[in-house]
């Protein structure tokens, strides 16, 4: 068998291989998303508790002083007490905190599976989602969800490699192979 043969049925059989890792690796590493997104769920409820639970010792100080928590920031942040003033910011951070977390995690649990990646960056709250990242546990995906994105990956991953790398080799090695053989004629 002439060398080129040779060389061409090794590239052949290896591009057959090539593409069932790049399936395992595309549907391995996009399975993960809806699992990650689960534990980050799971972060940013725990996040958005706490400040409910500080947001409602501010409302029960109003409470008990007879005004209503707007009214408490807003004389607060006007006395002429720094440090007292500065109390009045950390309030009305925590009511803003409050929305900011309740919109996010309203966001991403009612988003569809297609939307839900995109809705997810719109909304990830970067301190949330590397203190996820750090204690990250990949999982086996058994949920509709994660079996779509493991099907994502897999056509994400096999469309770069064939529309980046595998198709523009053929068409060099075909447009080479025509000069030579314009060569040889």
Not at 33 to 60: I, K, N, S, T
Not at 126 to 132: K, N
Request: proline letters at 4%.
């Amino acid at each position: 068998m002439p060398p080129m043969k040779i060389g061409r049925a090794l590239l052949g059989a290896g591009d057959g291989v090539l593409d069932r890792v790049l399936c395992v690796i595309g549907t391995l590493l996009f399975s993960q998303a809806p699992e990650f997104m689960q534990q980050y769920l799971q972060r940013l409820g725990g996040h958005l508790d706490e400040a409910r639970r500080q947001l409602a010792q501010f409302q029960r100080v109003a409470d008990q002083s007879g005004v209503t928590l707007e009214q408490l920031i807003r004389q607060t942040s006007a006395n002429t007490d720094a440090a007292v003033a500065k109390l009045g910011g950390v309030m009305s951070h925590a009511v803003s905190r409050v929305q900011e977390l309740q919109t996010a995690q309203t966001a991403i649990q009612n988003a569809t599976i297609w939307e839900k990646p995109f809705v997810f960056l719109r909304h990830v709250d970067t301190s949330i989602a590397s203190a996820t990242w750090e204690i990250y546990r990949p999982a086996v995906p058994t949920t509709v969800e994660g079996l779509v994105y493991a099907a994502i990956g897999m056509l994400v991953l096999l469309a770069l490699y064939h529309g980046a790398v595998r198709y523009p080799a053929i068409r060099v090695a075909r447009a080479r192979r025509r000069r030579l053989s314009a060569q040889h004629a």
